[in-house]
């Protein structure tokens, strides 16, 4: 919903196949994991794809969970970051995204976003997904989890990655055709 969304304001429409398999490369460099699922999936669709990945890392933790958030968020959720966090005061952290463009004929192209923000001390707001319950991005007093798709859009890593991506795609909508 939320990268529809920004898609839109650049006149795009974008199609989800669920085709390619769902492996995950384990590894301590985002960009390596965004570009070895862009690179699979590249020979499954055989067609022009965005591929994204999300980390959060936590500045106490020594950046952890990272590039591991989506395992230790299955893992541990929310409550075992919290947890983590107990009676810690420096709660700062940054929400990273890498977005690739792939393209079967001209390669892969990386994208960039991130937002700085602390972990809040309780969960708290129902929207959103994986750790947007405790994130505070900075300069709010809301969670991610407490914003409506516009709203975080206005401030989340993955909309400043997808906009670099989008900005750069309707520049070279040749490469789609």
């Not at 892969?108 to 994130?135: A, C, H, Q």
């Not at 409506?148 to 789609?176: G, I, P, Q, T």
């Amino acid at each position: 919903m939320e990268v529809s969304r920004i898609a839109e304001e650049f006149g795009l429409r974008l199609k989800q196949y669920d085709k390619e398999p769902k492996l995950e490369l384990q590894h301590e460099r985002q960009e390596l994991i965004v570009l070895t699922a862009a690179s699979t999936a590249l020979l499954y669709v055989n067609k022009p794809l965005i591929i994204e990945d999300s980390g959060l890392y936590i500045k106490y933790l020594n950046g952890f969970p990272g590039p591991y958030s989506s395992f230790v968020f299955k893992r541990i959720g929310n409550e075992g970051i919290l947890k983590l966090m107990e009676g810690v005061d420096d709660r700062g952290a940054r929400f990273v995204c890498i977005a690739a463009f792939a393209h079967p004929e001209y390669g892969i192209k990386l994208f960039r976003g991130y937002v700085d923000g602390v972990i809040s001390r309780v969960m708290r707001g129902s929207s959103g997904f994986g750790f947007d319950p405790i994130f505070i991005p900075k300069g709010c007093s809301k969670t991610f989890a407490e914003m409506d798709v516009d709203e975080k859009n206005r401030y989340s890593h993955r909309s400043k990655a997808f906009k670099h991506l989008f900005e750069w795609l309707v520049r070279h909508l040749n490469l789609l055709y």
